[in-house]
């Protein structure tokens, strides 16, 4: 097929696309930049410049073009975001960004169109002990808090516009926490970074937050798979098999690099540093992938984030 993948340059784009060329398909690379579109053509993706914010200029940059099917990949991170106006930019990119992209897709006769999520879409906060299925807690609830809110309504939008646009065969990928190679966020090559210049530090262990996890390398898959064999109109768990706190992560991330082990800072000084990091560091969920290995017939390359991590610090 014939791919548009919107959000090209970011570290999730990158594997998108690359895991999309190496499964035989013809990419086309959409980046805001001209040097993203230079990083792309290194790649041997065919680049697109144009702002996803821009409509008019998007809609500009599409015509004449055909496509079969979209990807929705794009943020505005570039690092770990700390405080709630960091994800402003990505919030309206979920919003304004995907309905601009919708009116691409539809331009271009694409009719697949396959979204980025996160579990954070089920809401900012701790589940316990319970197990979340695609069906079984309801999807970007509203928030606890304006600023929890702004973010929920991303997801909300998002979401819904790609599975109940008439015309558009949307899928919803809700991924984990993602981390793998590249440099930026969902990248461990940043974090490695700030290990090694004592910049990341982690929390006490009375109050760990619990986080499933993604490899990029098995989002990439995922998104081929939901490209070829996933139903319209669904959502599927992209996630490993274990759940782990941030702390577990980065302890594992700094013993697998040889890096200086993270100081422990209290959640009190995060609290107040960097508001969005609590929530992240403090919120609980175990999701199952069980729909994406059934419907997708697609497993995880690595299993858990010490595979994963074993893996980068191997290469």
Known sequence: MRVLVAGASGVLGRHMSMALADAGHDVIGLTRSPAGAEQLGRMGVEPLVADLMDRDALLHAVDGMQA?????????????????????????????GTRNLIEAVQSIGARRLIVESMHFGYGYGDFGDRTITETNTPFAPPGRTPALERHLQGFRVKEHLALHTDG??????????????????GGTDQIVTML?????????????????????????AATVAALERGTPGQAYHIVDDEPASMNAHVRFLAAAFGTPKPMTVPLSLVRVIGPYLYVFLTSAAR??????????????????????IRSLAAS
């Not at 199952?288 to 595979?307: H, Q, V």
Request: aromatic share 8%.
């Open 168 to 185: 558009v065969d949307g899928i919803s990928l809700r991924f984990g926490a993602l981390y793998g190679p590249g440099f930026g966020a």
């Open 68 to 96: 079969d099917a979209a990807i929705h990949a794009a943020t505005a991170l570039r690092k770990v975001p700390m405080r709630h106006q960091n994800m402003a930019a990505t919030d309206a990119l979920r919003v304004q």
């Open 287 to 308: 999701l199952s992938n069980d729909k994406a290995k059934r419907e997708l017939g697609w497993t995880p390359t690595y299993p858990t984030y010490r595979d994963g």
């Open 196 to 220: 090694r210049k004592r910049r990341l530090p982690v929390v006490p262990d009375r109050r760990p937050g619990l986080l499933p996890w993604t490899h990029l390398a098995d989002a990439g």
